[in-house]
């Protein structure tokens, strides 16, 4: 998943710091990338990695998530509900979502809420409640 944009830092990176040139060619790139991944991945392991670097591992789990199941396919949309995850789990208190992508992120192997203590709801009702509890914290 990050191999691309782990393959054109590094080009930058290098390019900047002069050790870098055009002579190089793409399958150089691509095999830094994925060697770049490929250590990224082992870090993600660590829980003290998976929350300094939440918008980069919860869009890697939800999508490894929805790609391990063989019946869902990954669908345009998907990836902006992704995206609006990783935004919202490791930085508020509350994430309010559709019931597919909230039954995923709350579900016993991922534990997404849990991990950045995040309360994900996906019913109105729900969301009354969690913002009442959030304003009356806000009070004390």
Do not use: W
Not at 10 to 18: H, L, N, T
Not at 68 to 83: G, M, T, W
Request: glycine share 6%.
């Amino acid at each position: 998943m990050i191999a691309g944009v782990a393959a054109r830092e590094y080009r930058r990176i290098a390019e900047a710091a002069g050790h870098f040139t055009e002579a190089r060619n793409i399958p150089a790139s691509r095999s830094v990338g994925k060697r770049i991944a490929s250590m990224v991945a082992t870090a993600l392991e660590q829980e003290v990695n998976q929350r300094a670097f939440g918008s980069l591992y919860i869009g890697a789990m939800l999508h490894a998530a929805i790609s391990s199941e063989a019946k869902r396919k990954i669908k345009p949309n998907d990836v902006f509900d992704f995206r609006h995850a990783a935004a919202a789990l490791p930085h508020c208190h509350a994430f309010f979502t559709d019931g597919k992508l909230a039954a995923l992120i709350t579900s016993g192997h991922m534990k997404l809420d849990r991990l950045y203590d995040c309360k994900v709801v996906a019913t109105p009702a729900e969301a009354i409640a969690v913002l009442g509890d959030l304003s009356i914290g806000a009070d004390r």
